[in-house]
DNA sequence: ACCGACAATTTTGCATTCAAAAATGTAGAA
DNA sequence: TTCTACATTTTTGAATGCAAAATTGTCGGT
């Protein structure tokens, strides 16, 4: 197995979270499951370490990262100016039939709404958002949306939405398409900052970070 | 010597430009020298691949990374993007002393701009943009600012400056403290993109990008 | 002399091994 | 019984060893 699978085998397993945030991460299971030795799964570790996902504690191991509330807040903060730059560019490089095909995801989505199937309705919602960035045509800015997304996946596509909340999402999304299809980045870019503003919002709210505030849990006696 | 400090230590060495950039990372060499063994070093290699730094090839080692013009244009984009991002948040969130501590950098520098030291100069102005950022508050922006700024460190703050140039960028500076003082976060975003904007032609310009183009090179005969 | 095939050498990537550190378990004293 | 000191076990972090791959060098054919 390349070094690059091993690591994505590894980030797989923790986003689904296989492995849950805190939880320290079995280095002879996992070699045993990979079928690697333990020298090409640390450096895979290490990899994953500077990414976010993995905590590593000296001498003490590694754990799947936590993000405490302030950890969201911050990478949602970044991810609203990365996707509001994507926004931005993608509206000078964007071709018709990439539009089109954002189009054509987002009308699917509309129907996935109109069923109220979450699961479909949040998987489009994440193509549309992926494609603006692919559409940019920067691959640094793609890099750094995938691992700041990456993080907070779970947290932006799984909280469920108020009847309310979900149909502002979707008008929202709307106002996305039409902003593209006019090609008006300034317009686009601000969009994308209030729809990213108030899933954060809602995430937040839910209290859908993954500290255990260990310190206000109350000891026995 | 800790993980983190062996990436560190290599990070300076390719950063210095001592193993300049498409040469190959000898890692015998690099393990006496830093007296540890290839098992950290290629730990830390990996990471450094991730960052962007190294570009490992199978079977075949690692060496240090090449920017392209193209690269070289994407890394300032998402620059661009990260500080005016900072810009904005760091008007919501700086402190008076703060921005004191900047004026005073910023008087510093401009009178290094008088004496027409550039070094010095540069010097300056890497802090300040560096404290715009730091007062953002946000350490997962200055983390990914961090690496972004790595990569195109050299090509910024070395690339030697027109009089006319050099003096326009001063007055952009003088802008950037304005608006920081009035806390103007629209206006400083706006100043340091252009700032950015300019820094970026003026050194894709002058063909600081670092690619060989052995495609270009004529063979003899 | 020049090119290509084959052998020798080097380098890479990973498994294994080993010492040090941390965690765990045990026994004895209060 | 409960706490602490000590021994045992487990786990971590790094060095070494080994097989596979790539590179280099050599030789024979043209």
Redesign the pocket.
């Known amino acids: ?3 690059e699978d091993v690591v994505g085998r590894i980030r797989a397993i923790l986003l689904d979270g296989e492995i849950p945030p805190g939880a ?1 991460i079995p ?2 299971e996992l070699c045993e499951r990979l079928q ?5 799964l640390r450096e895979a570790l290490k990899v994953l370490a500077a990414e976010g996902l993995v905590q ?1 504690l ?5 754990r799947a990262a936590k993000l405490t509330d302030k950890d969201m807040r911050d990478l949602f903060e970044v991810c609203q100016g990365l996707e509001a730059l994507a926004g931005e560019l993608a509206c000078e490089r964007i071709t018709d039939a990439e539009i089109d095909a954002i189009a054509a995801v987002h009308a699917n989505m509309v129907r996935h709404y109109r069923e109220r199937d979450l699961i479909q309705y949040y998987r489009g919602n994440r193509a549309i958002h992926e494609a603006i960035v692919a559409a940019a045509g920067n691959p640094v800015l793609a890099g750094l949306y995938t691992s700041v997304t990456a993080r907070i996946r779970r947290a932006r596509y799984v909280t469920p939405m108020t009847p309310e909340r979900w149909a502002v999402a979707v008008q929202e999304h709307d106002a996305i398409l039409n902003a593209l299809q006019r090609r008006d980045g300034v317009g686009l870019a601000h969009i994308l900052r209030a729809h990213l503003r108030h899933k954060r919002e809602e995430v937040l709210q839910a209290g859908f970070a993954e500290t255990e505030r260990t310190d206000l849990v109350p000891r026995i006696a």
């Open positions: 197995m390349l070094h320290r280095e002879r690697i030795s333990r020298t090409p590593l000296p001498h003490r191991g590694s």
